[in-house]
């Protein structure tokens, strides 16, 4: 070991003390920048952490290897091999007991002089050491010493070889008698003791892995192979053993010993250290020469659903300290994932953490949870009070919720929908009023008219209007007054159709906005229902509602000075009434006030203020331009307000689309807003059926649906919205995907007892109707040939559970008895997939309660492992 390659040792029982060994020893003290024990002449180490030097120590030169006694007691004894194959105790300048002062500077010396390549402390009996030497023909390579005997004048030892040490030595503190001698004519380059047996020490020799027993030294086991070098026990696996030769690195099991178990990709440099993470299970770190980064191998094992394990999976990575050349490194023994670098030059140190990688698993619930070393965080959504109206949930936990309440699922009170969407959604609000006015214009007319009428209602109002004829205009007086108004408005059919579909009049074909304005003011709406009324040219009911509103339990007063307001209108285009509603109305807070300025102060035809106040419903904008734009301008206001809608994708606009492809690309936009496929899929079911099911986004939107629902283990609610979907779309019901085919034949059994004109019985033949009296078949109609036997009554497959001798459970054959059903499931035919062998269901789930194997003789599946489904409960079950 010279100074061109450090290397680190970290301290047993110190966790805040490491050594570093070139030339000398220097004991270093690592603590937090800042801390009132780091002086002025620390070295930064880290943002956070910095070293002190507490001492160095350089009375042992030529030295090869270094080695920290494992005890408490005596503290900061090192061991130190030299070149001359010398093994001096020594120390750190520490406060020292009598026993230390005994150890310190005690020299262990070998018959002939050689390198000293290792040194290896035994974790149990203490006062062993094991060291590692070149080889000489007449000699032993691994000595072990007892640091606590004594020099006997037996083993003289020449003044000579006593004078090769640099200290003056009494002569009683140098030994020469080792404890054991092993390894006889070879060169050991690595040692170390196996923490499963403390009498076991494994050396990498010359040519083989030996592993010497200190109970019986004249055997070993061996196994020849090169990589010999660096030799070190896994912490946490005992029997696990890593050593490396020139570039690879060859993993060991001792239960196995002949062979590797793994050998890790080679390194186009030869390695110089490879060590085993001590807080980390299976993770490996190895330095290469004149490398500037750290590959660290993870290796997992992943025990197979029958329990044998399978090979490990080795998860490569690299890391980088910093820039320069590494020297060596050392893994913290007790902080995680810490090691301290130290560069080839300068002892430049570096304390260094390897961060985890992370493993992310995010469930169907929305719950996120991430494991980062020896952690497991788990991220949920907070549903506390108050929280709610800072946050937004995620719109997975609104679908699931939502499917919990049965969403969608009305198909009479459609607009009820978004009450169990929780009704504080104004778009889908909007949505399912809109598709609850389709529905009832739609009926009204497939009841009153001919034709493909109810198609138009579905198309939306952008395609109602293009068809519009026979548009009368008349010009009425303001209700309650006799004056004649200068405002024209427009009539038609298709108008009429139209402001239906916005919810202002209902059936008939006068035009009354009394239900509508009363069913706003309960829900006390008084500025939307002046602002109606005022656009039907009923300004005393206008002025009527905001009092109303005024006087009401939490109204706002102002409305009165709206009121009053109101009540002065003049037609008089000079009027400074006119003039000032039209500079102050913008100062209003609530978007229907200003609409209803905006309106008496607009001339004929120049709507603007009223058609593009965006905070006005787009049904109600809607409804007004029906009332008072031409034929001409009218499907130019549509038009543009759908572009609008499509773009933004506003569920408005399905009022003006309808459930046409505009309406797709309109729900296209919401759902790319969104991500609410479940919104998208019962809206577009609800049209009448046709190409817009097909369209293969809606396709998409469904199937993404019902996949979340299997997910969130909603497989009843899944089946609901499958029966509902094949209700609405009958082109959606499947056919039958499944049934008990005959071994000889290939018919299905339960389709030939169907065909049979004879029976008349169906799958009550079989027994399986429930009922013990039945009349049962045990063979195939077709064929005639036999139906397996089950494979714990022995009785064949047809016949009721309740009339099998066998069953040996009295609770079953009352279960049996329990519902009148056409098919109990104890008696269904169940088979494994795997080895084919079944029964009645009922027997088979009884074995399985107590059994993992198959219940047949000779067979070794386990069959109830291989299913993934077989435990899991449906979230949704009552």
Known sequence: MSGSK??????????????????????????????????????????????????????????KCVAWYPKHEPECLLAVGQANGRVVLTSLGQSHNSTCKELVGKEFVPKHARQC???????????????????????FSVLIWDISSKYSPEASVSSEKIRLSSVDLDSSSVVTKPLYELGQNDACLSLCWLLRDPKLLLAGMHRNLAIFDLRNTSQKTFVNTKAIQGVTVDPHFHDRVASFYEGQVAIWDLRKFEKPVL?????????????????????????????????LYDMQHTPTPIGDETEPTIIERSVQPYESQIGSFAWHPSSQNRMVVVSAANRVMTDFTVFERISLAWSSTTSLMWACGRHLYDCVEDGAEGVDSVIEKDIATKMRQRAQSRYGHDTVQVWKNHLLAG??????????????????????????????????????????VKTTSGTTESRRCWSGSERQ????????????????????????????????????EQEREWERASAVALFNLDIR?????????????????????????LSGYTDEKSSLWREMCSSLRLQLKNPYLCVMFAFLTSEPGAYDGVLYESSVAVRDRVAFACMFLSDAQLPRY????????????????????????????????????????????????????????????VQCWIENYRNLLDAWRFWHKRAEFDIHRGKLDPSSKPLAQVFVSCNFCGKSISYSCSVMPHQGRGFSQYGVSGSPTKSKVTSCPGCRKPLPRCALCLMNMGTPVSNCPGTGKSDERLDLTRENKLAQFNNWFTWCHNCRHGGHAGHML??????????????????????????????DSS
């Open 846 to 875: 009884s074995w399985f309660k107590e059994h993992t194997e198959c219940p047949v003789s000779g067979c070794t599946c386990k069959c109830m492992q291989l299913d993934t489904t077989g435990n899991l409960v449906p979230s």
């Open 485 to 520: 108004s200068d405002v024209p408005r427009y009539h038609s059919e298709e108008r009429c159709l139209s402001l239906r579909l916005c919810g202002w009049i209902s059936r008939g074909p006068d035009i009354d906005v009394e239900v509508f304005l009363r069913s706003l």
């Open 6 to 63: 450090p290397d680190i040792l970290w301290s047993p029982h110190h966790p805040d003390r490491y050594v570093i060994c070139d030339s000398e020893l220097g004991l270093y003290r690592i603590g937090p920048v800042g801390n009132s024990e780091t002086k002025a002449g620390t070295l930064p180490l880290s943002e956070e952490t910095a070293a002190t030097l507490l001492a160095i120590n350089s009375d042992t030169p030529y030295m």
């Open 263 to 295: 050998t890790l990709s080679e390194q186009p440099k030869p390695l110089i250290k490879v060590a085993w993470c001590p807080t980390r299970n299976g993770l490996l770190a190895t330095l290469t020469r004149d490398s500037n980064i750290i590959r």
């Open 423 to 464: 009704g504080s959604d104004p778009q889908l609000k909007s949505l399912w009023y809109d598709l609850f006015y389709m529905k009832q214009c739609a009926e009204d007319i497939e009841l009153k008219l001919q034709g493909n009428k109810q198609s138009v209602v579905y198309s939306g109002i952008k395609n109602i």
């Open 117 to 139: 390549n290792t040194l290896a402390w035994n974790p149990v009996d203490s006062n062993l050491l094991a060291a590692g030497l070149d080889k000489h023909r007449a000699d």
């Open 541 to 565: 009911r206008a002025i009527q509602i905001l009092n109303k509103g005024a006087t009401a339990e939490k109204g706002d007063l102002n409305l009165n000075v709206v009121a009053m307001a």
């Open 638 to 697: 549509i038009d543009k307000l759908t572009n609008e809608m499509k773009e933004a994708g506003n569920l408005e606009g399905i009022l003006l689309t309808g459930l046409t492809k505009d309406g797709v690309d309109l729900m296209e936009s919401y759902v790319d807003l969104t991500g609410d496929v479940q919104t998208a899929s019962f809206s577009m079911l609800k049209g009448s059926p046709g190409e817009v099911l097909k369209d293969p986004r």
